[in-house]
C-alpha cells in the first residue's frame, strides 16, 4: 500500500521556551530526539526540523493510514508531555529538492 503524508505541528505554549526550559521539559526533548531518530531509521518519517527562533517544530510522517500516522504521534514523548500545542494535518509535499543540507 502506498504511504500517506501526515504533517505533525508543536508550538511552545510559552515565549522563548528554548531559551527557559526547565530540567524536566529538557528531558521531553531528550526522549523525543531519540523517537524521532528511531523513527526516521525505520523509514517512518520524510522529514523533520524546527524554527530557529523555537516557535515550532514539524514532522512528515509517512503512513498508511491517519490512524497509523495518529498512533506514531500519540507515541510521541512530546506530544504526551502536553507541555506544547499539537496538531496532526493529512499532507502533501509540493516540492522538494534532492540536496545535502546537513
Same mark, same amino acid.
Given at each position: 500500500?502506498?504511504?500517506?503524508?501526515?504533517?505533525?505541528?508543536?508550538?511552545?505554549?510559552?515565549?522563548?521556551?528554548?531559551?527557559?526550559?526547565?530540567?524536566?521539559?529538557?528531558? $521531553?526533548?531528550?526522549?523525543?530526539? $531519540?523517537? $524521532?531518530?528511531?523513527?526516521?531509521?525505520?523509514?517512518?518519517?520524510?522529514?523533520?526540523?524546527?524554527?530557529?527562533?523555537?516557535?515550532?517544530?514539524?514532522?512528515?510522517?509517512?503512513?498508511?493510514?491517519?490512524?497509523?500516522?495518529?498512533?506514531?504521534?500519540?507515541?510521541?514523548?512530546? $506530544?504526551?508531555?502536553?507541555?506544547?500545542?499539537?496538531?496532526?494535518?493529512?499532507?502533501?509535499?509540493?516540492?522538494?529538492?534532492?540536496?545535502?543540507?546537513?
Amino acid at each position: 500500500m502506498e504511504k500517506k503524508q501526515f504533517l505533525a505541528t508543536a508550538k511552545p505554549r510559552t515565549e522563548n521556551f528554548l531559551q527557559n526550559m526547565s530540567e524536566e521539559e529538557k528531558a $521531553v526533548f531528550d526522549k523525543h530526539f $531519540v523517537y $524521532v531518530n528511531q523513527m526516521f531509521s525505520e523509514g517512518k518519517i520524510l522529514f523533520s526540523g524546527a524554527c530557529l527562533d523555537g516557535t515550532m517544530g514539524i514532522i512528515c510522517y509517512l503512513a498508511e493510514s491517519y490512524e497509523d500516522a495518529l498512533e506514531m504521534f500519540k507515541n510521541d514523548p512530546l $506530544v504526551q508531555s502536553d507541555i506544547g500545542e499539537t496538531q496532526l494535518h493529512p499532507f502533501k509535499t509540493g516540492h522538494l529538492q534532492n540536496i545535502d543540507i546537513s
